[in-house]
């Protein structure tokens, strides 16, 4: 699958600023929400893409070490032209997200449309997210949710997207829910999901802070 992303990547790097815009909506705005509940030292933005996020977090968390990680060697080389005037803070790390890359370090990770496409592997994704992250630190996800419209959700599947539902319950599962919010997208064509959840604490990190 990774591949097959790494692929389909390839070319969209190049396109990818200039129209994504149209349609992922609620970049912004989780992060504009992450900055009124934390204050992250480390932060690990999963799917980077071309940077922008990266930036953003940057700009909003001005004293933050920052992590991109994409599987995409061309977006990633986007990144980095973007993230230069901030290249002390931001380190760029190319892989797929199929396991904790700094066990219990991050204060953040943030997920930005990046979730939808790890299919199979967003479980995996979602259980890293929880290992590399602090007890108490947060996970933020803004992704597809779901459409009504079963020709659209094929046709987004075969952009490499799933959207039916299944996130959200993952999620709630795995984190105890901070805040959520479905919105619709084009008059209900479809629905994206922005979600903010704390990391629980584990047995053993509680009897050590004990």
Same mark, same amino acid.
């Given at each position: 699958?990774?591949?097959?992303?790494?692929?389909?990547?390839?070319?969209?790097?190049?396109?990818?600023?200039?129209?994504?815009?149209?349609?992922?909506?609620?970049? %912004?705005?989780?992060?504009?929400?992450?900055?009124?509940? %934390?204050?992250?030292?480390?932060?690990?933005?999963?799917?980077?893409?071309?940077?922008?996020?990266?930036?953003?977090?940057?700009?909003?968390?001005? %004293?933050?070490?920052?992590?991109?990680?994409?599987?995409?060697?061309?977006?990633?080389?986007?990144?980095?032209?973007?993230?230069?005037?901030?290249?002390?803070?931001?380190?760029?790390?190319?892989?797929?997200?199929?396991?904790?890359?700094?066990?219990?370090?991050?204060?953040?990770?943030?997920?930005?449309?990046?979730?939808?496409?790890?299919?199979?592997?967003?479980?995996?994704?979602?259980?890293?997210?929880?290992?590399?992250?602090?007890?108490?630190?947060?996970?933020?996800?803004?992704?597809?949710?779901?459409?009504?419209?079963?020709?659209?959700?094929?046709?987004?599947?075969?952009?490499?997207?799933?959207?039916?539902?299944?996130?959200?319950?993952?999620?709630?599962?795995?984190?105890?829910?901070?805040?959520?919010?479905?919105?619709?997208?084009?008059?209900?064509?479809?629905?994206?999901?922005?979600?903010?959840?704390?990391?629980?604490?584990?047995?053993?990190?509680?009897?050590?802070?004990?």
């Amino acid at each position: 699958m990774s591949e097959t992303l790494e692929a389909y990547y390839r070319f969209h790097a190049g396109i990818y600023d200039l129209t994504r815009w149209s349609f992922l909506f609620g970049r %912004t705005d989780i992060i504009d929400l992450l900055s009124r509940l %934390t204050c992250p030292r480390r932060i690990l933005e999963v799917g980077c893409g071309t940077g922008k996020n990266l930036m953003k977090l940057a700009k909003t968390f001005p %004293t933050a070490r920052i992590t991109g990680l994409d599987l995409s060697p061309d977006m990633l080389r986007k990144a980095q032209n973007k993230a230069h005037a901030a290249a002390d803070r931001i380190d760029l790390v190319h892989g797929a997200y199929d396991g904790p890359t700094a066990p219990g370090t991050f204060d953040l990770v943030l997920f930005s449309y990046s979730l939808s496409m790890m299919d199979p592997g967003w479980e995996a994704a979602i259980g890293a997210a929880g290992e590399d992250l602090r007890p108490g630190g947060r996970i933020g996800v803004v992704d597809f949710h779901d459409s009504p419209l079963s020709g659209f959700r094929s046709w987004m599947g075969m952009n490499h997207v799933r959207m039916e539902g299944h996130l959200l319950p993952a999620l709630q599962r795995a984190f105890d829910t901070e805040t959520f919010t479905i919105r619709g997208g084009y008059g209900g064509l479809w629905r994206y999901l922005i979600f903010i959840g704390v990391n629980r604490v584990r047995p053993t990190a509680a009897k050590a802070a004990g």
